[in-house]
């Protein structure tokens, strides 16, 4: 019987030896993971080409996420990384679209923003428009918008909106630039 007590007494040194090998292998390897190489890297240069037009574009208040959203991309856009780039053509006209507008957009040779046409339909109105509305019309209420923008590299951005007004059966079409002026 004493034979088996430290046969059994051996086996379990053995396992609790080997499974403590095991466990210091594993956390040995573990720790020559952590070594981090540094590598020297080029420099790089970030500009943005088309600054002048976001901030042109951007108002004071949230607007709409998709019309920040679609401006985003058209300022972002590298039209010399797509499949259609040729190097013989002055100006390049891309289009955007999602489901709530669109943006006609031209790029000059050099990849700069030159114009856009936008229009968004039923998007967030700034609060100066609802304001102007409601103060020249107030038991009407807006049940279609229109939000146009026309930007040039030269003479800046130009914001509308159209407007349908209803009140009963009443129906008025109206148009107001972004501080609520009426046009």
Known sequence: ?????????????????IVL????????TQAYTQIIKTEKLSEVTVYATNYKYLNSVNTEEA???????LERKVAAFDYKSSDFYQD???????????PKGKILAAYDKDGKLVRTAEKFKNINLPMAVKKAVLDR????????????????????VNKKYKLKLENGDKILRIKVDEKGEFL
Do not use: C, Q
């Open 63 to 69: 607007a709409s996420i998709p019309v920040e959203m």
């Open 21 to 28: 090998g095991l466990l210091a292998i594993g956390l040995t």
């Open 88 to 98: 013989d053509y002055d100006l390049y006209y891309i289009t955007f679209f999602i």
């Open 137 to 156: 019309f107030p038991e009407w209420s807006i049940t279609k918008d229109i939000y146009l923008v026309n930007y040039h590299e030269d003479r800046g």
């Open 1 to 17: 019987m004493l034979d088996v007590y430290i046969n059994i007494n051996l086996k379990s040194l053995v396992m609790k030896k």
